[in-house]
């Protein structure tokens, strides 16, 4: 299932809570960030799958949520999407998606 999302949606978040009502402060942060970049991005509430909060852990061997996907590639998690965001990385990245 993972998987498939991913490879399903350009940009993919599994994050706690919804883009509209996130519930912790990490993926609070990079639904702030991808909302500033105007990109258009599909998400999982890991705290209603249970399966897909572990799963996603083992899929990017990355022990964290939120995880950003793009282009079915691992991006990574708040503290990354902050520093590339910062950078302009990120906006290059998500400036390929758009094309």
């Known amino acids: 299932m ?3 999302h991913v490879k ?4 993919m978040l599994y ?7 996130p519930m912790c402060g990490f993926s609070a942060t990079v639904v ?9 991005f599909a998400s999982v509430n890991v705290l209603d799958y249970p ?3 572990e ?5 990017a061997q990355w022990p964290t949520i939120p995880q950003l996907y793009v282009n ?5 998690g ?16 998500l400036e390929e998606v758009k094309e």
Not at 8 to 11: D, E, G, Q
Not at 32 to 40: A, R, V
Not at 55 to 59: I, R, S, T
Not at 78 to 93: F, N, P, T, V, W
């Open 78 to 93: 708040c503290d990354i999407i902050k520093d590339m965001h910062e950078s302009g990385e990120l906006k290059e990245l």
């Open 15 to 21: 994050m706690k809570g919804s883009p509209s009502q």
């Open 51 to 53: 399966d897909v909060r």
């Open 55 to 59: 799963g996603v852990k083992k899929y």
């Open 32 to 40: 702030q960030i991808l909302k500033s970049t105007g990109c258009d």
């Open 72 to 76: 079915g590639e691992f991006v990574g």
């Open 8 to 11: 399903a949606n350009n940009i």
């Open 2 to 4: 993972i998987d498939s």
